[in-house]
């Protein structure tokens, strides 16, 4: 299907702020709004406000841990935004029932915290609190931010909404309290774009669809041939195979690394270190998954819980020998699959 444009950028004068008096209408506007995940997940946002035990979620967790390297964008928009971010919150608590509400912070953001505890103060807000967390990596993970700010454990294939969570991330919410405040639909993503290869690295607020070489041309264009370009972080950011590819919902970076700065250096053998262990937020063995996978046993790569790995790469970042830890623990998790074991 090809879609000609007027080229206008217009506002339709259908546009409208929604109104919702009840849970069924906001959960309808929200759907309407076109709102997934905007962290990485892409979840549909009218779902994971509909739980199906409504009457068992009390908290909602704001996920503004930003954790991955060079990403900005939800930093940015807690000083430029947090107006929206604090009635989002408020929407959703009100809608959902919940009676309390943290917005989980690192602590190398302490302009953000600040303002969001300024701002909260000034309006007499008490149910919904900032809270402070230590700037490492992976602290964003969904079931790392849990433990963080209630203590309580999450296994994978758990949901947030069984242990009484409702956990969005900061833009998702933010674009919330935008969205009944000025009606517009999720047509724009905030993202940071940023590299070596950049001229001029910032965060930018695209429409959803511009090519990302646009992008890349509103900030200075390259300043050296990209040798790998990612979309999202560092960590679990994705590959691309060319700059033509357009913004989707869930890019909160594009990052274009030079030759030097891409180059992967060779795997060697394991030293038997052990900082692969260390690094593991779930304490995993990922020396022992990596036997486990090259043996094909699916049994043990079960016992040894590689469904419990979220891939978040600390391993293999970590590893003098570089070895792809986190890669290999994907691939097992597909030969567990592949065997039937729950
Ligand atoms: S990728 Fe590595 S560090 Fe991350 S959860 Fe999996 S085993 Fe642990
Ligand atoms: S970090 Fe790398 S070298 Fe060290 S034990 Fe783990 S796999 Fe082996």
């Known amino acids: 299907m090809v879609i000609e444009t ?5 506002i339709y004068e259908g546009i409208e702020v929604p109104v919702a008096n009840d849970l069924p209408e906001f959960v309808k506007a929200i759907r309407a709004s076109g709102l997934v995940g905007l962290g990485g997940a892409s979840f549909p946002t009218h779902i994971k406000f509909n739980p ?15 954790c991955e390297p060079f990403i900005t964008s939800d930093h940015r928009l807690m000083l430029e935004d947090a107006e929206d971010l604090i009635a989002g919150c408020q929407l959703v608590m009100k809608f959902l029932g919940l009676s309390e509400g943290f917005i989980g912070i690192e602590d190398n953001k302490m302009d953000a915290i600040q303002h969001l505890d300024q701002l909260l103060a000034a309006k007499g807000i008490t149910n919904i609190k900032t809270f402070k967390l230590q700037a490492r990596y992976p602290k964003g993970a969904e079931r790392v931010l849990v433990y963080e700010v209630t203590g309580k454990t999450m296994n994978a294939g758990v949901l947030p909404a069984d242990l009484g969570i409702i956990l969005s991330n900061v833009t998702t919410i933010a674009f919330v309290g935008q969205y009944f405040r000025n009606g517009m639909p ?3 993503k905030r993202m940071t774009v940023d590299g070596d290869a950049v001229a001029r690295p ?10 990302i070489h646009d ?5 200075g264009g390259y300043k050296q041939e990209p040798r790998k370009i990612l979309m999202g972080g560092p960590m679990m950011g994705r590959a691309i195979f ?14 274009a690394f030079s030759k030097a700065q891409a180059l992967v250096k060779e795997e060697t053998a394991c030293i038997n270190c052990g900082k692969c262990h260390q690094a593991c937020p779930f304490k995993l063995i990922p020396t022992a998954l990596a036997k ?9 790569l079960s016992d040894l819980k590689v469904m419990q790995c979220m891939e978040c790469g600390s391993c293999s970042y970590i590893c003098p020998a570089r070895r792809p830890l986190a890669f290999t623990n994907k691939l097992g998790k597909g030969v567990v699959k592949e065997a039937g074991i729950k």
């Open 242 to 255: 060319s700059d033509e590819l357009p913004i989707v919902k869930n890019n909160n970076a594009i990052l």
């Open 186 to 188: 999720l047509i724009t």
């Open 215 to 219: 992008v890349i041309e509103f900030c």
């Open 6 to 10: 007027d080229k206008q950028q217009e």
């Open 292 to 300: 486990a996978y090259d043996m094909r046993d699916a049994q043990a």
């Open 202 to 211: 910032t965060n930018v607020i695209a429409p959803i669809g511009t090519q």
């Open 52 to 66: 199906k035990n409504i009457d068992a979620v009390h908290t909602l967790i704001v996920n503004a841990a930003e």
